[in-house]
């Protein structure tokens, strides 16, 4: 390896240095609490060398967003085939708490850390392209649901059934997050717990005919005579 690479390579080291570490701060410390010398004293560097690869700390929760963003919506890519799109918007729910349980750093900062509102950087991140937008695929999941008209007819608006899965399903996640070592509550498994609101949701919202038998009725064996 000659010396230009070499450089580039510890260049790109860094970068991701510093970014691992200011992900970690602004999810554990807050947003504005965090300083540019802060994110330095972490990776013991002088505040110059993270001035070199970012300008601000905008600059850096840009980035931070776009990147995580793009993971799970290529979360979502992986079951965008799935034909059904009730079984598609259940597969939703089970990779984004995936997501979360593999990437707690990420989904903290994602969705449980005020920040300033993030304009992606140009051209990585489109917003309502189903491909890079993770709510542009759940609301296309939705409406496509909508539309072949399984969903009960009081719940007609697409955005409004978006965030309330959403929401259902970030609250299990987040209670999880921030609570699950905490004994005064006896806890149930959350890949549990979040099976069984999937199902609450989708058997709330949908017309009797397009729910799923239970899996046990299935496996159930016949009575004898």
Known sequence: MGTTERRERQRQELRKQIL????ELFA???????????????????PTAIYFHFKDKEALIRELCTT???????????????????DRLRRIGLAYLEFALEHPNQYRLMFMTPHPPVE?????????NPEQDAYAFLRATIENARNARLFRPEFGDADQLAQLFWAGMHGVISLHLAKANDPWV???????????LLEGLVRGFTCKNTRAAPPSAAKRPKAKR
């Open 28 to 46: 554990t410390e807050g947003y504005e609490s965090v300083t540019m010398r802060r994110i330095a004293e972490k990776i013991e560097y002088s």
């Open 186 to 196: 006896p806890w149930k498994p959350v890949q549990t717990t979040s099976k069984l």
């Open 20 to 23: 691992e570490a200011a992900r």
């Open 68 to 86: 995580d963003f793009l993971a799970l919506a290529f979360q979502f890519q992986k079951i965008a085939r799935i034909a059904d799109p009730i």
């Open 120 to 128: 992606p950087e140009e051209g990585l991140l489109e917003k309502g």
